[in-house]
């Protein structure tokens, strides 16, 4: 079925669109009184997350507030080694944090990949949900962490400053590194696969962490991995395409190669202009990106301005066309901004960038 709301989907595809769509990373969140509440009633995170109702509620109030031209599954990256039996669980104020992290040759070799119908049901039962509850009015993205930035969590036991363990093992054992990536690869294509398979019409990648490797080790643990990610999930599919978009925080040096793996669209973040970037990858991708999230800290006339700015700047490096942009933060929403600034940058873009 094809979302009556369709820019999203048509954008990504660079085909002409009435105005530029936007969605936003980490829309549902925080910072929404209505998902306090809810998060409230719930008890933890990881409660909504795991309940397919609570997680269709929160998924769909961003989307009553503001016209969003997409919805993305309320899920978590860290529910796929939270599967493999690595324990997941949140420390308030601390992140997330794993019960028995991977830190020896025994602990990969009994890595497998999980059932998708049983040990993730509730993941794909929420994307079923979604789906039935959105009633086509726009799309559902579906999305996984990267092969790498899941292996950060999973290596390091929760978030890190420097990625002294992993990047440890990358240096002195990186076979024994490969060799958890490789299954850790094998787990993120059948996660989406299944989300593709339960209903999501759009896959997004998160590559948080890739942009902390230098370039050879950015090339060998996180950018052969998207590309076997991005030409699997490819193969035998028909003229109906379910778009693959490939974010990564700090990608801007590898926009050439990532262009190039059979994705049809990179998302970037701010330190990287769109004119730049829409140059290089040459009209191969849609691009998706990229305002710096914490201009929603900035007056409502400052946002109106940096939403241009950002708009103009794709336009400029696309041969004067806006087709082939999605709008939306350079990386996630924060649970202090206002939701009031939400509003004034989602209606410029519309407004803005109306042909
Ligand atoms: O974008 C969306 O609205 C969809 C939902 C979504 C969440 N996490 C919900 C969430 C998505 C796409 C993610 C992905 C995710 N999770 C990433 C990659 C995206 C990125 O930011 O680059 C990463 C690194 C994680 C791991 C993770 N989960 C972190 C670092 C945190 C924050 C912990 C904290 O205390 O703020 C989470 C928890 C989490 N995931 C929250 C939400 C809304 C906060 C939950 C809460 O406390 O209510």
């Known amino acids: 079925m094809t979302p009556k709301n369709d820019r999203f989907l048509r954008a990504l595809r660079r085909e002409p669109v009435d105005c530029t769509p936007v969605w936003l990373m980490r829309q549902a969140g925080r910072y929404l009184p209505e998902y306090r509440a809810t998060r409230k009633e719930a008890g933890s995170f990881l409660a909504m997350a795991k309940n397919p109702e609570i997680a269709c509620e929160v998924t769909l109030q961003p989307l009553r507030r503001f016209p969003l031209d997409a919805a993305i599954l309320f899920s978590d990256i860290l529910t796929v080694p939270d599967a493999m039996g690595l324990g997941l669980y949140f420390v308030e104020g601390e992140g997330p944090k794993f019960e028995r992290p991977v830190r020896d040759a025994a602990a990969v070799a009994k890595l497998a990949v999980p059932d998708m119908e049983t040990e993730l049901r509730y993941v794909m039962d929420a994307v079923r949900t979604i789906r039935r509850e959105l009633d086509d009015a726009v799309p559902l993205i579906g999305f996984s962490g990267s092969p790498w930035t899941l292996a950060c969590y999973m290596i390091e036991g929760g978030g890190s400053k420097d990625f002294g363990r992993i990047k440890a093992m990358a240096y002195s054992e990186p076979a024994l590194l490969h060799q958890l990536l490789s299954v850790v690869t094998d787990a993120v294509i059948a996660y989406l696969g299944a989300q593709r398979a339960a209903g999501a019409q759009a896959l997004q990648v998160f590559d948080t962490w890739g942009g902390v490797l230098s ?70 991708v849609a691009l998706q990106g990229n305002l710096d999230p914490a201009t929603l800290y900035a007056s409502p006339d400052a946002i109106r301005t940096q939403v241009r700015e950002v708009l103009d700047s794709y336009m400029h490096g696309n041969g004067g066309s806006r087709d082939g942009h999605v709008f939306n933060l350079g990386h996630g929403m924060s649970p202090d901004m206002d939701p009031e600034h939400v509003a004034v940058l989602v209606e410029e873009v519309h407004a803005y960038s109306r042909r």
Do not use: H, M
């Open 215 to 284: 370039p050879a080790l950015y090339r060998e643990f996180s950018l052969k991995y998207l590309q076997r990610i991005a030409s699997e999930l490819k193969r035998g599919e028909g003229a109906e395409r379910t778009p693959l978009i490939l974010f990564g925080k700090g990608n801007g040096p590898y926009i050439d190669q990532l262009a190039a793996c059979g994705a049809e669209a990179l998302g970037v973040d701010w330190t990287v202009s769109l004119e730049d970037a829409a140059w290089r990858s040459k009209g191969k």
